[in-house]
């Protein structure tokens, strides 16, 4: 093959790879801003169901911040990533802060996970980083690839740590996952069980209103009531965030490739047109040299 032909077929696939990541570029910025909507739709959704929570819980005359957690019972963690690649250190990132730096920066154990505790990632790409480590995985999901599947996906997630709870005697719940930024994403630690019942009965102190609530539902029932809705919401807040985070990486690193593609495209086409004009050149001298022989025979 020659140096032009091969640099034509250098072109067509690179030409053919933009098109690829234009797409991709496309249907990621359109996703951000769908996560992110079904997330935000959810905040005044939180506040309501937090404000209930206080209600109940300042009905109560129990003091809330003397319960303690026992440390000697299991700890569950979730660590969610994404099922796709092309994401940047979306997953690498994640990872790394939910079994290592988090502990490093906040619980003084640099660089280990609690004795106690299990993992269970989220999303193909998350699995695949935390098995070579040498940690054994409690469970394994697969990410929800749209808004209508993050609903019986939550519901799949409550139900597997209820069955922990019952049968491991888990009492702490962590989720570690990635919060979008302007065109950039950073991992956050959120603890969903046990539930900070002494913060949300202080919250009650900012209730916006000047009639006082009130509620006729027995206590008991009213508050599981607003706990199943409290867990419903974090999780699916979380992995929300956490596909809306996804996409912002994988959009910037379309962009990062589109530019790339597009800085080697103009270096094949130069050198396809420095080729091709070398060939031409080459031509026409082995034209005019014969040109020339043909005359001197003549002559």
């Given at each position: 093959m020659s140096t032009l032909e091969a640099l034509q077929k250098q072109i067509a696939s690179g030409e053919d790879l933009?098109?690829?990541?234009?797409?991709?570029k496309a249907l990621a910025a359109t996703s951000v801003r769908q996560y992110e909507k079904a997330a935000e739709s959810l905040d005044d959704y939180y506040h309501t169901v937090e404000l209930g929570l206080s209600v109940v819980l300042g009905s109560q005359t129990e003091n809330f911040s003397n319960l303690a957690l026992d440390e000697n019972k299991p700890l569950l963690i979730f660590v969610i990533g994404s099922d796709h690649g092309l994401a940047g250190r979306f997953n690498e990132q994640i990872v790394n802060y939910a079994l290592e730096e988090y502990w490093s920066e906040y619980e003084g154990t640099p660089g280990a996970l609690p004795s106690n505790s299990y993992v269970a990632a989220v999303g193909e790409q998350a699995i695949s980083r935390i098995e070579p480590t040498g940690i054994k995985l409690a469970a394994s999901f697969n990410m929800p690839s749209s808004i209508s599947a993050i609903t019986p996906f939550i519901q799949q997630l409550l139900e597997e740590i209820e069955s922990w709870r019952n049968r491991e005697g888990v009492e702490k719940v962590m989720l570690f996952y990635n919060r979008p930024l302007t065109a950039s994403f950073s991992p956050r630690a959120e603890t969903l069980l046990p539930v900070d019942l002494a913060r949300l009965k202080e919250t009650r102190l900012e209730w916006e209103s000047r009639s006082?609530?009130?509620?006729?539902?027995?206590?008991?029932n009213l508050l599981s009531a607003l706990l199943r809705q409290?867990?419903?919401?974090?999780?699916?807040?979380?992995?929300?965030l956490s596909l809306a985070a996804e996409n912002t990486s994988r959009l910037a690193a379309m962009q990062a490739a589109e530019k790339n593609i597009a800085e080697?495209?103009?270096?094949?086409?130069?050198?396809?047109?420095?080729?091709?004009?070398a060939a031409i050149?080459?031509?026409?001298?082995?034209i005019i040299s014969g040109f020339k022989a043909v005359k001197g025979s003549l002559d």
């Amino acid at each position: 093959m020659s140096t032009l032909e091969a640099l034509q077929k250098q072109i067509a696939s690179g030409e053919d790879l933009s098109s690829i990541v234009r797409t991709m570029k496309a249907l990621a910025a359109t996703s951000v801003r769908q996560y992110e909507k079904a997330a935000e739709s959810l905040d005044d959704y939180y506040h309501t169901v937090e404000l209930g929570l206080s209600v109940v819980l300042g009905s109560q005359t129990e003091n809330f911040s003397n319960l303690a957690l026992d440390e000697n019972k299991p700890l569950l963690i979730f660590v969610i990533g994404s099922d796709h690649g092309l994401a940047g250190r979306f997953n690498e990132q994640i990872v790394n802060y939910a079994l290592e730096e988090y502990w490093s920066e906040y619980e003084g154990t640099p660089g280990a996970l609690p004795s106690n505790s299990y993992v269970a990632a989220v999303g193909e790409q998350a699995i695949s980083r935390i098995e070579p480590t040498g940690i054994k995985l409690a469970a394994s999901f697969n990410m929800p690839s749209s808004i209508s599947a993050i609903t019986p996906f939550i519901q799949q997630l409550l139900e597997e740590i209820e069955s922990w709870r019952n049968r491991e005697g888990v009492e702490k719940v962590m989720l570690f996952y990635n919060r979008p930024l302007t065109a950039s994403f950073s991992p956050r630690a959120e603890t969903l069980l046990p539930v900070d019942l002494a913060r949300l009965k202080e919250t009650r102190l900012e209730w916006e209103s000047r009639s006082l609530p009130v509620f006729t539902m027995p206590t008991e029932n009213l508050l599981s009531a607003l706990l199943r809705q409290y867990f419903f919401v974090s999780l699916y807040r979380a992995c929300a965030l956490s596909l809306a985070a996804e996409n912002t990486s994988r959009l910037a690193a379309m962009q990062a490739a589109e530019k790339n593609i597009a800085e080697r495209l103009d270096e094949l086409k130069t050198s396809y047109q420095h080729e091709r004009q070398a060939a031409i050149t080459e031509e026409l001298l082995d034209i005019i040299s014969g040109f020339k022989a043909v005359k001197g025979s003549l002559d």
